[in-house]
T-cell receptor, first 111, second 113 residues
Framework: EDQVTQSPEALRLQEGESSSLNCSYT??????LFWYRQDPGKGPEFLFT???AGEEKEKERLKATLTKKESFLHITAPKPEDSATYLC????????????FGTGTRLTVIP | EPEVTQTPSHQVTQMGQEVILRCVPI?????FYWYRQILGQKVEFLVS????????KSEIFDDQFSVERPDGSNFTLKIRSTKLEDSAMYFC???????????FGPGTRLTVT
């Protein structure tokens, strides 16, 4: 069965304090791994797609990396506006094109 | 920038009533999805739709649920007889290809009393 585990559940950072969020996955053939940002009461906002081990994507203060078992979302010098829940989702090659989500990491950046 | 829209933003209904949640996907997208998120829990897949038919559905998507693309722009989710446990945020999403990123709408908060 497909599984996505995100850690930590919650993370508090001082503004400018860099850190990483982890997404460990078990899937029967990874078609793609997706990172989303979700603000309270809103829909997930797409950030990155990674397709193969070794791939990296960057956007402003965020950088996503992928290995065969996990993905990391690195946040460099975060700002308070980066506070949100970050969701990881996987898509498998089983024929279904749905996303299977983790429970997310709730990030709070303190000024 | 194109975006997925959903209406209404909040729907309150009584147990046993039918509700229809509406979505307008991004115009050139071909794949459409419904997900739900119970408060404090993870986002869960309900159904995917392509070429005017369901391509995949989860165990949650039982006979009480149905989807339809009544015209070239709208995509709807109908719950025939709502239950208390149907209370959740319902998100519509669309993508241009099966491997492409899925773009989510703002959601409809469904409250069943």
């Amino acid at each position: 069965e497909d599984q996505v585990t995100q850690s930590p559940e919650a993370l508090r950072l001082q503004e400018g304090e860099s850190s990483s969020l982890n997404c460990s996955y078990t899937v029967s053939g990874l078609r793609g791994l997706f990172w989303y940002r979700q603000d309270p009461g809103k829909g997930p906002e797409f950030l990155f797609t990674l397709y193969s081990a070794g791939e990296e994507k960057e956007k402003e203060r965020l950088k996503a990396t992928l290995t065969k078992k996990e993905s990391f979302l690195h946040i460099t010098a975060p700002k308070p506006e980066d506070s949100a829940t970050y969701l990881c989702a996987v898509q498998a090659w089983t024929g279904a094109n749905n996303l299977f989500f983790g429970t997310g990491t709730r990030l709070t950046v303190i000024p | 920038e194109p975006e997925v829209t959903q209406t209404p933003s909040h729907q309150v209904t009584q147990m046993g009533q039918e509700v229809i949640l509406r979505c307008v996907p991004i115009s050139n997208h071909l794949y459409f999805y419904w997900y739900r998120q119970i408060l404090g829990q993870k986002v869960e897949f309900l159904v995917s739709f392509y070429n005017n038919e369901i391509s995949e559905k989860s165990e949650i998507f039982d006979d009480q649920f149905s989807v339809e693309r009544p015209d070239g722009s709208n995509f709807t989710l109908k719950i025939r007889s709502t239950k208390l446990e149907d209370s959740a945020m319902y998100f519509c999403a669309s993508s241009g290809g099966v491997r492409n990123e899925q773009y989510f709408g703002p959601g409809t908060r469904l409250t069943v009393t």
